[in-house]
Every structure is written in structure tokens, then in C-alpha cells.
């Protein structure tokens, strides 16, 4: 009973995945245009890391940052998404993979990079899930080994994203804000308060990395689809 359970959920998250199942949807274009205006925001510096977070849990930062990392490899950049939400862990679920070992076992000296990493259906694009759940996951993101795994996934990748907790819930994600190039805020429309997405900008802004902009999911343009919009943050 259990395992139908969990394959059920397996299989409910990866119907997300529109932008491998449906690359020719709107929705899959609005992903596209998210990633065309992340190159825009950082025209001056190369992208070569990025974060995605939100201001709460339910958001749709983890549907977000997997569609995300699918258009970067369908363009033809060998990407390495990094499930570095070491509490509530979803990438293994969206894209079919055990969960036994990955980056909290990069973290403390168990496992390298190339042990923990997943090829996944998409051509060019590589899976680190989060691994067994630690009981310090803010300090694992700030120690040495992970700016150790950042610097030895590019000189393998052209782009590492990495799916964070919700900013307002914990600090991981503005832990490593201080190690990416940038950050990528996810808003759902009429959920997010605005006094909580303001909270989760200011908790970014002090990080190193830029703040990229912000996505606002599931803006309905009709009763049928469901749009993903990118907004800069100037």
C-alpha cells in the first residue's frame, strides 16, 4: 500500500515536468522566456550558478527550478540541477531516482561529485539529489566541501541550479546566495502575500549573489493554462 503510495506521488510530480513533455506548450515557452531573461539580467557577468527559492512552501519553486533546469539542456548547456533542499527533498520524485545517496553525502566526506551525480531522461542535463536528510543542513551548505563541489561542477558543467528551501522558512538559501552567481525568486498568485515576498527580496539582498528577478506562477490567463511570468527586479 505504501509503495503505491509513493508511486503515485512519484508520478504526480513528474507530470510537472511540461517542459520534457510538452516542449511546445505555452507554459514550456514561458520557461524559455525565464531563461532568456536570466541571460539579459546577467549580460555583463556569464551565469554559471544559479539558486531558486521562494518566499513560502508551497510556492512552486521546485516545479519551477526542474522545468527550468530542462529548457537550460534543451538549448544545449550541460546542466547539473542540485536538490539542495536537505528538509523537504523533491527532485529525486520529479525525476524518478532514488534517494539514497547525494549531496548531504558529498557534504560529509561520503561520496564525490561523480558518485552522486544521476544522468536523467534529458539529454544534457545531470541530477544530484539531496541524499538522507541531515540534522544540519544550513551548516553543510556553508562549509568548505560545499564551495569545494560548486568549483569541481564547473569544470564539468555550464550551469549548476540549485532547488533551496522556501527563504522565510529557514536560511539555507541565503547561505547560498553567498556562493552563486545569482538568485531567482518563485511567487504564486494569489497565495504569496506581498508582505512575504517583500520579506523574502530584503532576506536575498544582502547575499553576494544578484538578485535575478522574480517568477510569478500559476497566473491564470485563461481557465486552461496556467502562465509562468518573469519579472526583473528593477
Excluded: C
Amino acid at each position: 500500500m505504501a509503495r503505491k503510495k509513493n508511486q503515485s506521488k512519484k508520478n504526480s510530480t513528474v507530470r510537472h515536468l511540461i517542459a520534457k513533455l510538452n516542449p511546445r506548450s505555452p507554459v514550456s515557452e514561458q520557461y524559455r522566456t525565464v531563461r532568456t531573461n536570466l541571460q539579459f539580467a546577467s549580460v555583463d557577468e556569464e551565469l554559471r550558478s544559479i539558486l531558486v527559492t521562494s518566499a513560502g512552501p508551497t510556492d512552486g519553486k521546485s516545479m519551477t527550478t526542474a522545468n527550468l533546469a530542462v529548457v537550460y539542456a534543451q538549448q544545449g548547456k550541460k546542466v547539473l540541477l542540485i536538490d539542495a533542499d536537505l528538509r523537504k527533498p523533491t527532485v529525486h520524485y520529479t525525476f524518478r531516482l532514488d534517494n539514497l545517496k547525494g549531496l548531504s553525502n558529498v557534504l560529509v566526506g561520503e561520496s564525490t561529485l561523480e558518485t552522486a551525480t544521476n544522468n536523467s531522461e534529458v539529454d544534457n542535463l545531470d541530477i544530484i539529489s539531496s541524499g538522507p536528510i541531515p540534522p544540519n543542513p544550513s551548516e553543510l551548505l556553508a562549509s568548505k566541501r560545499m564551495e569545494q563541489l560548486l568549483s569541481d561542477a564547473k569544470v564539468t558543467y555550464d550551469l549548476i541550479i540549485f532547488d533551496t528551501p522556501p527563504t522565510l522558512a529557514v536560511t539555507d538559501a541565503q547561505v547560498l546566495a553567498n556562493i552563486v552567481d545569482g538568485s531567482l525568486l518563485v511567487i504564486r498568485s494569489k497565495q504569496t502575500e506581498l508582505e512575504a515576498a517583500i520579506k523574502a527580496k530584503e532576506a536575498l539582498e544582502p547575499a553576494k549573489a544578484k538578485l535575478l528577478g522574480t517568477v510569478l506562477n500559476d497566473r491564470e490567463k485563461d481557465k486552461s493554462n496556467n502562465y509562468y511570468y518573469y519579472y526583473g527586479n528593477n
